[in-house]
């Protein structure tokens, strides 16, 4: 089955950090632009963080400084890395191709990350 699993996700306090991974299954990122978005209730899917074939890295602007993508390309995994979070962090997390050469698969469950005290 072709498809992103996400996970890593939980309730948070504000200031705290969580990592989210995203297992590649039945398909393989080498070479391929990799991205996180995220999406709340009654919202458009926000892209937050892309990382390139060669580990070129963009962030949206609310998340740099804060956030850390990554990718293993060995194992198929992209993560994030969340720090310093705040409460409008909190979202659906979800990973997908950004790339021209491969189009979007359908988006999985994603992971749920909820900032709060």
């Known amino acids: 089955q072709v498809q992103f699993v996400e996970s890593g996700g939980g309730l948070v306090q504000p200031g705290g950090s969580l990592r989210l991974p995203c297992k590649a299954s039945g398909i393989r990122i080498r070479g391929l632009m990799m991205g996180w978005s995220r999406q709340t209730p009654g919202k458009q899917r926000e892209l937050v963080a892309t990382i390139g074939s060669l580990g070129h890295i963009n962030y949206t602007d609310n998340v740099k400084g804060r956030f850390i993508i990554s990718r293993d390309d060995t194992n198929d995994i992209v993560s994030l890395q969340m720090s310093s979070l705040v409460p409008e962090d909190t979202a659906v997390y979800y990973c997908?191709?950004?790339?021209?050469?491969?189009?979007?698969?359908?988006w999985g469950q994603g992971t749920q990350v909820t900032v709060s005290s």
């Open positions: 997908n191709f950004e790339s021209a050469l491969r189009p979007k698969i359908d």
